[in-house]
């Protein structure tokens, strides 16, 4: 999720979170940290690559805070989508500073959160977050010991931290990879990681240009994992043991890389597994809300996200367990850190509803879901939600809702809420239930697929078009393309031959569930 240059913040978080406004410096301007401004605070006089949130901050204050942050050499403003007023546009451009919007649902610190997290920053204590700090401070023993300024990288070359040993020699490629919290990408240093992992220690690597120092490497390893790698820059003047002092760090920083993996790990397990304990109703209300940052008789919603014909194929379970990093990361910016799972092939978001329109934003959010994750996962994913519930003891019914609409959805919907699709989900559960009862599977529905069968007649069909269409004979006989003569025929003899009476509406009406359910019948069908 990290990212170092404004277009990987865009491709990360995507639309609608997080869109440009306007760049005039371009989308590879690197973002080196996520402020917040707040009014009360003096303004930073130097915050080169930062982003500034403008919390608070009325369309008419952003001319004036943009010039506030060129002057700090910031790299953009982020403002609410609906204050990307023309003159606020106009006052960024001018100043050669991003402006970037945010969705209107968005938490100022939900998004602070997923941008801090999104360019390898900490925002604040967090799952691992000791441990990453203790990577800054073996970054600092690493370049003593070797002599030189030190860098620890995760395996995709992201800085994760650096050393800060007064009087050790930088070059402009390490200002910059700092900078952006990710060493830049080109052909030369594709080759140098490739060199480097292949090693089985400590490997010294030539400058890549005339304006850079050479580089003494060492990976990162665990069990055989590549986690990362330890970069320190040479000038000459690195000690005499300095390859056994890298490897040592090496080996020190694989211990704090690990236990903060597992802490994050851990620290998503356990929401996971209280969301999995709400869905089927066994976990408590009150501690759960306490856990996920919700108030107890806050109203939320259960959203299912599921696969469309792809769990049954041999790579099923992985594409599963992308749909829901996807899910969580899209969840994740809008309403901060509640709940995903994976449960028996699908995927369960708890949203909280938020404002007087958090119903219909719920709905948008999943159809965005859908279409991003049909695009990145090349299969066709379907969602369904449930009702708006009252307070999290009512969760388990929502999530029933949700895979009720995930089992009625048409071949041509991909996503519908339990209220657009009620009908058939009232259908579903009758045909269930009566399938069930032994009383009240009986009754004439039986006979009549019995003598159609035997006579070769179409009594059955006709008389659910018939009933489906409120016992309009001209409606009945176009849905049966026939003419009504024919249809009034075939409902005379079917009384005739059956002892059905289609004049007692008692009898119309199980008549017409029986065959719609148990038989599945339907008047839109044709013969």
Known sequence: MDACTLE????TLGEPMLRVLTAPAGLTAPVSEILLYDAGAPFPRSAPGALLLTVGARAGEVGPLARDAAAAGMAGLVVRAGDGQPDTVAAAKAHGLALLAVDEDAAWHHVHLLLASAIGSRPGPAAGGAAFGDLFALANAVAAAVGGATVVEDARQRILAYSTVTGQVVDEARRQGILGRQVPSSPENTE???LLFAAPGPVRLAALDGDELPRLAVAIRAGGETLGSVWVVDDGHLGPDAED??????????????????????????????????????????????????????????????????ASTPDGEQTALRLLDLVRLQCEARYGRHACVLVDGSVYALLPVTGEHGGKRHKRLAEDIVRRAGRALRVPVRAGLGDIVPDLAAV??????????????????????????????????????????RELRAGAWREVLAYDAEHGTDYARTLVCWLDAGCDMARAAKLLAVHPNTCRYRLRQAQQHLGIDLDDPDERLVLWLQLRTLAGLRGADRA
């Open 396 to 437: 388990r019914g929502s999530r029933d809702d949700a895979d009720l609409v995930l089992r009625v959805l048409g071949p041509d919907e991909d996503v519908a809420a339990v209220t657009e699709v009620r009908a058939r989900v009232t259908l579903l559960r009758l045909r269930e239930l009566i399938g069930e009862q």
């Open 245 to 310: 002092a890298l490897r040592q760090g090496a080996s020190t920083a694989a211990l704090l890389l690990l236990r903060a993996r597992a802490s994050e790990e851990l620290s998503r397990h356990l929401t996971s597994d209280l969301l999995r304990r709400l869905l089927d109703g066994t976990a408590d209300p009150a501690g759960a809300a306490h856990r996920l940052g919700l108030a107890a008789d806050a109203p939320v919603r259960v959203v299912a996200f599921a696969l469309d014909g792809a």
């Open 8 to 11: 990987e913040l865009l491709d």
């Open 192 to 194: 140098q990681y490739r």
